[in-house]
């Protein structure tokens, strides 16, 4: 739970403040649903291979039309750079918001 307590210091678990739309031409769930369960298995590089490449992996494989002038790579970008910098840059994402 957040600012649960182990031994002497909190753990800080940050949530989400923020989130960003798109609008898609249409969507693949079962496309989603394989390339997440790849994901699964494929292991963790820190740079190359982690949960915002493995997102996009699986935004891709429901929107193909998510290309990357729309969804930029991920490769050796912290996440939230890439939500406040990359997704800025790329074209059709709506402005970030507060939940």
């Known amino acids: 739970m957040r600012g649960e307590v182990t031994g002497k210091k909190p753990i800080d678990l940050r949530t989400y ?6 609008n898609t031409a ?4 079962a496309a ?3 390339t997440y369960t790849q994901n699964v ?11 915002l490449t493995k997102a996009l992996s699986i935004f891709r494989s ?4 998510l290309t990357s ?6 490769m ?3 996440p939230n750079y890439y939500f406040t ?11 970030a918001r507060t939940y």
């Open 17 to 22: 403040d923020y989130y960003r739309c798109i």
């Open 26 to 29: 249409g969507g693949n769930l």
């Open 32 to 34: 989603a649903q394989k």
């Open 62 to 65: 429901y929107s193909p039309a």
């Open 85 to 95: 910098t990359s997704l800025n840059k790329a074209r059709g994402w709506e402005r």
């Open 76 to 78: 050796y970008k912290a």
């Open 41 to 51: 298995h494929n292991g963790y590089a820190v740079l190359t291979n982690n949960c």
């Open 69 to 74: 002038a729309y969804l930029p790579s991920g």
